[in-house]
């Protein structure tokens, strides 16, 4: 477990009872699963007590080339459009939050500076950033567990009938009734609505957003729309408060062509 993973358990809530469960169905490389990390990190943000979360890989491809995780072909050149979601796989067999560190890095990567994330080089660099262990991850690269897991994703995709990304699908604790399937991307309060009335309560209690100090102790990179939204504040006023940060020298500014990013320095 990384330094970050242990700063993260720490700001966990002790052990609650969460009544809900939210299976987030992506592909990491379609755009609008990367826009939807900003609903769930709000979400998390102002109802992470009522629900539990759970990551799905829907890549869309029939099927896994096993030939590709062979350990025994060399991979430093390879390349194909699989290899991000098992890569996902296995950074999260260091930890669910590896995981979810290691799949904002890549998409970061894809969506930010255009980067081939289907290249096993690239995703070794993105492994690197994430703090990953580079040989735990390259053996579990290769790792038929890692496969499994993937197919595991690919099988809960299919039996809940997901046909779009991202998709969410909200399940209370009442094992006989079905969940609530969400497909497509939405602005944050149809999920808000969603989750309310699930928990069959005329208001939910929502939590005051952490300070910026504690928001980027939980979340090291962040782009100024994000920050924005969790605070219910205008992109400007957002970046003067971050600006704020970087001549305090506790943040690093970012400039990417698509985007600015804001990263603890």
Known sequence: MSNLDLVEEIHEPVSSFKPMELYVFVDPLNPECWEMQGVIRKLQIEYGHYFSMRIVLSTQLLNLNKTILSANIETDNLTHPVLPSVAIKAAELQGKRSGNRFL???????????????????LLEIAEEAELDQEEFKLDFHSVHTAKAFQCDLKITREMEINEVPSIVFFNE?????GVKVSGLYSY???????QEMMGE???????????????TKYSTMATREIASIYNISEQTAEC???????QQKLERICMPKETLWKVK
């Open 241 to 247: 408060e971050l600006k704020k940060q970087v001549l």
């Open 174 to 178: 009442c094992i006989e009734d079905e």
């Open 189 to 195: 309060d149809v999920y808000q609505t969603i989750l």
């Open 202 to 216: 005329e208001s939910l209690n929502r939590q005051t957003p952490p300070s910026l100090d504690d928001l980027f």
């Open 104 to 122: 904002h890095k890549l998409q970061e990567h894809l969506f930010l500076q255009s980067k081939d994330v289907s290249s096993y080089s690239v």
